[in-house]
T-cell receptor
Framework: DAGITQSPRHKVTETGTPVTLRCHQTENHRYMYWYRQDPGHGLRLIHYSYGVKDTDKGEVSDGYSVSRSKTEDFLLTLESATSSQTSVYFC???????????????FGPGTRLTVT | SQQGEEDPQALSIQEGENATMNCSYK?????LQWYRQNSGRGLVHLIL?????REKHSGRLRVTLDTSKKSSSLLITASRAADTASYFCATDGYDYKLSFGAGTTVTVRA
């Protein structure tokens, strides 16, 4: 978890409200990712970023948007939260380079979100 | 959809025994990685094996890869209580993204 923080760590919100989760890294890694983790599904990619202001959709992007205005921050927004978005959300980063360790992803501690 | 699938879903072993878990995937890969997740924590990278490698070791970990069968295995030797965790395989398909399986939960009994 070193160098990657997520905030908040826990949040309870009501259906229909907007929610923003923040990922902050001090590693200067180019790539950043948002995943959700649900029982029986492992981790599923929501959105990812390959540079400042460069983002793309993952496999479960519906209902989510992201923004990256600085290298160190990657925001995930639920425009109108639904109960199906109750989950644990993980941010991850990856450095660039052609060496083997550049393929690894580094994960934050997670945010537990409950939508009631 | 998920690329990798782990087997078994759960595994309970005695301390000192070996733990083996398997991962199958569907499409061609650049490399395959294994991660560990302790309860309530983020994932931690364990080991990576490239598509042109067949076996790799790191401490008590041994990973194999069979690209013809699109499968990999992770062996943890001489398990310890601290190895209790969930283990995930993840495939890297040349697009800077990882696709994770659902994981194997390993419990090491003292």
């Amino acid at each position: 978890d070193a160098g990657i923080t997520q905030s908040p760590r826990h949040k309870v919100t009501e259906t229909g409200t907007p929610v923003t989760l923040r990922c902050h890294q001090t590693e200067n890694h180019r790539y950043m990712y948002w995943y959700r983790q649900d029982p029986g599904h492992g981790l599923r990619l929501i959105h990812y970023s390959y540079g400042v202001k460069d983002t793309d959709k993952g496999e479960v992007s519906d209902g989510y948007s992201v923004s990256r205005s600085k290298t160190e921050d990657f925001l995930l927004t639920l425009e109108s939260a639904t109960s199906s978005q109750t989950s644990v959300y993980f941010c991850a980063t990856r450095r660039t380079g052609g060496f083997e360790s550049s393929y690894e992803q580094y994960f934050g501690p997670g945010t537990r979100l409950t939508v009631t | 959809s998920q690329q990798g699938e782990e087997d078994p879903q759960a595994l309970s072993i005695q301390e000192g025994e070996n733990a083996t878990m398997n991962c199958s995937y569907k499409t061609s890969i650049n490399n395959l990685q294994w991660y560990r997740q302790n309860s309530g924590r983020g994932l931690v990278h364990l080991i990576l094996i490239r598509s042109n490698e067949r076996e790799k070791h790191s401490g008590r970990l041994r990973v194999t890869l069979d690209t013809s069968k699109k499968s990999s295995s992770l062996l943890i030797t001489a398990s310890r209580a601290a190895d209790t965790a969930s283990y995930f395989c993840a495939t890297d398909g040349y697009d800077y993204k990882l696709s994770f399986g659902a994981g194997t939960t390993v419990t090491v009994r003292a």
